[in-house]
């Protein structure tokens, strides 16, 4: 049950850096308060290996969300938030 | 600043240490904590201090370990090793069991033979690509531990391990990333213990800001040493919205000396490192002792060997250092991976060197290397590892010497019309190549080419490449005599493996030389495959002997953790068949579903045929006929495939034929009896077959007529199992005819031939081992156990106790 690509939204704790922001070169990143948000157009293992990534790194993953609207469903609320240190 | 950071102790983390302590009393901890926790520095801490455990097996998961063979293999390594077994223990006995399951089942016996306390430690569990797939034989491990044996795991993320039972049983214990945690007055300590000046509020701001993450602090601490200003590092570093692992790393290594800098950005593109490698990567001598000194200050290296001359980084820190090297010096990346790949080219580490040469971009390069190096690869039983690198080149980009690598890929699936194809690009390349190159692509070439016709059942074609293989090579240097050894044992494992199809007498000797000579020049995959063709070939002998070689060769192949692949799958099919042959259908089955899944990845008309062959015979015995003919249908489909076409194929034709004459069709066995050319209806094979034919045709006498050349020797037969279904056809027409004095003297021949060892055995032990399983050496016995009515072997002793069908000298 692959959805295919669509467009999500990673939201990470704390500002990245050139250098933690040159590990995810197909993302946009943006600024919002302490946060980062990395916006981008993922299909499933595109996905799946940013996680892991992200974990690698040792960031703090704070939410995850599907932003493709989807025409016969509510906007899908595909969050995870776990938590580190 | 030394040469090194200086020195970051481990402070003694007692509760920590204690908590693992009361952990550890269990029988199982899991630490579950992301990366950079110090679940490692715990784990080593506890096992180094005094009165720790006595014996420890530590097994790291490798990075992206996608073998999980190998991972088990790795395990039985590690607590080999901790319990001094290694070398010592005999092969374990071949299992019909999945490889997992046998894996699982042979550390479990390890770990119980060790007696007394031993702890295992599984490193970086997440590191496995499919954790999944082993949930359940890792489970199984676990929740099945021998007294005195604990077992704690580390891992990045909660895996799906069903505990519970451990759990409810308080033999569970889980220690996470808030345990692991630095208190403030920890990272009070490590700041003492370093001799790092700051103050009660600059290392509360460092805890706060750090979170009590380990990582975080030691790099904070690296950086901190011999700062000349710690309270503004501090508090500027709190200042920073920036992520605590990227600001902290750029810090620290800011902080060290340019060859320390230098060393680490340039190396850390490798796996592993030692000083002769990083010399060549930095371009300076001396590196050795740098990372010697790193190791030392608990600087996220480790060595990995007791005399320390590899040594890797903790995989966050080697994260952090490919990403800044790629910001800082991204045109100085595909030249390191250039070095690399020629220093480990030099050192005969080939997988490693096509690994860099391919990270460096040089995709014509890497394509030369890998053609190069596959057959060397293929003798290794790297098969899968050369299909990993084929699909590394990027998709459209045509090198013509992959070709040579696909048509190994091809032919070790199966897939021989595309060998075949991919073969003539490569032979019009090798053409065009340079003289150096040109002899060791053709000597490929003609190996492959052996292969090739070896699968096709072309025994003429195996004869004409062996002759080419034969002829003395030019050079004589070290590189050919390693290949001449080489292309030896290759061609007696073709070549006994072509005779052993074509039923001729040299193939045992052929298969035997190849496996000896494979174990002398170190390829234990070419020994592995010459004895399950060994195992296969011997089917022509007694069963004890047939049954014996398969075992051994399993044992082996499971040893080296090739139990579930294609090369053992004629010996798991070989002894399915021998204990077919023998009456324990349940056993065979199971080593027939095994050898299923080792096939999986191997569809070639060679093997498939002998699988529908094996497949129909147990469909015989428990006498389902009509899924029988279905595949010995299909194998007769297979066999006209084949070139030759080989001798032993005409078994297939035979029980063809028989069991369309057992279900009720012997007209339609007839049909196909007169299609036969006289040289293949003259086989003795075919001769039994017609037995068969008149016993459904109620016609006992023509029964004998048909095996009496067999019985006398003068028809050509595969092996002396054709003459044993002979004994036991004409026993059955006597019983027809009455004669049951005479039907009992065809199965006690049956039995001599079958088990010659028994032959010493007083009549009254041959008369019950005749009605139990020795008798039931064919496919034609499924038709005694039709007649009495019964399907398995423990139904058929009571009713053939009852009904004595062939036993001596008791009238019906």
């Known amino acids: ?56 790194l040792g960031l703090n993953l704070l939410e995850v969300r599907r932003r493709t609207p989807q025409p016969e469903s509510p906007p899908p609320r595909d969050s995870r938030s776990p938590s580190r240190r | 600043m030394t040469a090194a950071p200086a020195t970051l102790r481990l402070i003694d983390r007692g509760d920590l240490l204690a908590a693992l302590d ?95 306390p031993l702890t295992l430690v599984i490193e970086d569990l997440h590191e496995l690509a499919s954790p ?42 889980e220690i996470r990333a808030s345990d692991l945690r630095f208190s403030e007055r920890e990272t009070r300590e490590l700041l003492d213990v370093t001799g790092i000046a700051l103050s009660e509020a600059g290392a509360a701001l460092l805890h706060e800001r750090t979170e009590g993450w380990a990582a975080g602090l030691r790099l904070a601490v690296i950086s901190l040493a011999g700062h000349p200003d710690p309270e503004r590092f501090v508090a500027e570093f709190s200042g920073s919205e920036r992520t605590v692992g990227e600001y902290l790393l750029a810090e620290m290594l800011d902080r060290q000396r340019g060859d ?46 007791p005399e320390r001359t590899w040594f890797r980084y903790h995989h966050l820190f080697a994260d952090l250092l490919r990403l800044e090297l790629r910001r800082r010096r991204p045109k100085e990346v595909p030249e390191l991976h250039r070095r690399a790949a020629g220093w480990f080219i030099e050192h005969g580490q080939v997988v490693d060197a096509i690994r860099h040469t391919q990270a460096a971009g040089d995709w014509p390069g890497a394509a030369k290397l890998l053609a190069d190096h596959s057959f060397s690869l293929t003798l290794d039983g790297q098969t899968q590892t050369i299909q990993a690198l084929v699909q590394a080149f990027p998709p459209g980009a045509d090198h013509p010497e992959l070709a040579l690598v696909r048509a190994m890929g091809d032919l070790g699936q199966g897939h021989l019309d595309e060998a075949a194809a991919h073969l003539a690009i490569a032979e019009t390349y090798a053409e065009t190549a340079p003289p150096d190159r040109q002899r060791r692509l053709r000597v490929a070439i003609a190996a492959l080419k052996l292969s ?3 699968r096709r059942g072309h025994l003429a074609g195996v004869i004409e490449q062996v002759r080419f293989l034969d002829s003395p ?56 495959s010459c004895l399950a063709q060994l195992g296969l070939a011997s089917k022509v002998r007694p069963f004890a002997t047939t049954r014996r070689r398969n075992r051994e060769a399993i044992a082996l192949a499971d040893q080296h953790g090739w139990g579930a692949e294609p090369v053992i799958a004629p010996a798991l099919n070989s002894l399915a068949g021998a204990l077919m042959f023998m009456g324990e259908f349940d056993e065979a089955e199971r080593w027939l579903q095994r050898a299923e899944r080792a096939v999986q990845t191997d569809t070639g008309p060679d093997i498939s045929l002998l699988m529908h062959m094996a497949g129909g015979m147990l469909h015989a015995c428990r006498g389902r006929h009509q899924q029988a003919l279905e595949e010995f249908s299909a194998a007769e489909q297979l066999r006209s495939q084949l070139e030759g076409p080989p001798a032993t194929a005409i078994q297939v034709t035979g029980w063809l034929l028989a069991t369309q004459a057992r279900l009720g069709r012997p007209g339609e066995a007839r049909a196909l009896l007169a299609a036969l050319d006289d040289e293949r209806a003259g086989c003795g094979e075919i001769r039994n077959a017609c ?109 053939a106790r009852s009904l004595r069908p062939l036993s001596a000298g008791q009238p019906r």
């Open chain 1, 1 to 56: 049950m692959d959805p295919g690509p669509a467009r999500y939204t990673i939201r990470i704790d704390g500002h990245l850096g050139a250098t933690m922001l040159s590990a995810f070169p197909a993302m946009v990143p943006r600024r919002h308060g302490g946060h980062t948000v990395l916006t981008g157009v993922l299909d499933r293992s595109a996905l799946y290996g940013m996680l892991a990534e992200i974990d690698a």
């Open chain 2, 22 to 116: 009361r952990a550890a009393a269990r029988k199982v901890t899991i630490i579950s904590a992301p990366a950079g926790s110090g679940k490692t520095s715990l784990i080593r801490a506890w096992a180094d201090r005094p009165g720790g455990p006595h014996r420890l097996a530590v097994v790291p998961v490798q990075r992206d370990q996608h073998d999980a063979q190998l991972f088990w293999l790795a395990l039985l390594d590690g607590v080999r090793q901790a319990t001094d077994a290694a070398g010592s223990a005999e092969p374990a006995a071949a299992m019909p069991e999945f490889n997992a399951r046998a894996m699982v089942d042979r550390v479990l016996s390890e770990l119980a033979e060790a007696r007394g």
């Open chain 2, 132 to 173: 999944g797939a082993l949930a359940a034989e890792l489970t199984r491990l676990l929740t099945n531990l021998p007294p005195g044996v604990h077992a704690i795991v580390s891992t990045r993320h909660d895996l799906r391990l069903r505990l519970h039972q451990l759990r409810l049983a308080g033999e569970l214990s």
């Open chain 2, 260 to 305: 320390v800098q230098r060393l680490l950005l340039r190396t850390c593109l490798l796996d592993r490192v030692n000083g002769e490698l990083a010399d060549l990567l930095t371009g300076r001598p001396g590196s050795e002792r740098i990372l010697l000194d790193l190791g030392d200050a608990n600087a996220f290296v480790v060595s990995l060997d």
């Open chain 2, 452 to 454: 090739l016709a070896r």
């Open chain 2, 473 to 528: 090579l030019t050079g004589q240097s070290d590189e050919d005599i390693a290949l001449g050894s080489d292309l030896r044992a290759v061609a007696l494992l073709n070549l006994g493996t072509a005779e052993a199809w074509s039923a001729l007498p040299d193939a045992e000797r052929h298969l035997g030389e190849g496996a000896v000579l494979a174990r002398e020049i170190g390829r234990p995959y070419l020994e592995v």
């Open chain 2, 691 to 799: 037995a068969v034919i008149c016993l459904a045709e109620d016609d006992p006498a023509g029964a004998l007529g048909a095996v009496q050349d067999v019985l006398d020797g003068t028809v050509p037969v595969i092996g002396y199992v054709t003459v044993v279904e002979a004994q036991l056809l004409a026993g059955l027409a006597h019983r027809e005819l009455g004669d049951q004095r005479a039907a009992s003297q065809a199965a006690e021949r049956a039995l001599a031939l079958a088990e010659p060892d028994r032959t010493n055995l007083s009549r009254v032990e041959i008369a019950s081992e005749l009605t139990v399983s020795r008798n039931t050496v064919s496919t034609h016995i499924g038709s005694i156990y039709a007649k009495l009515g019964v399907t398995d072997r423990s139904s058929t002793v009571r009713s």
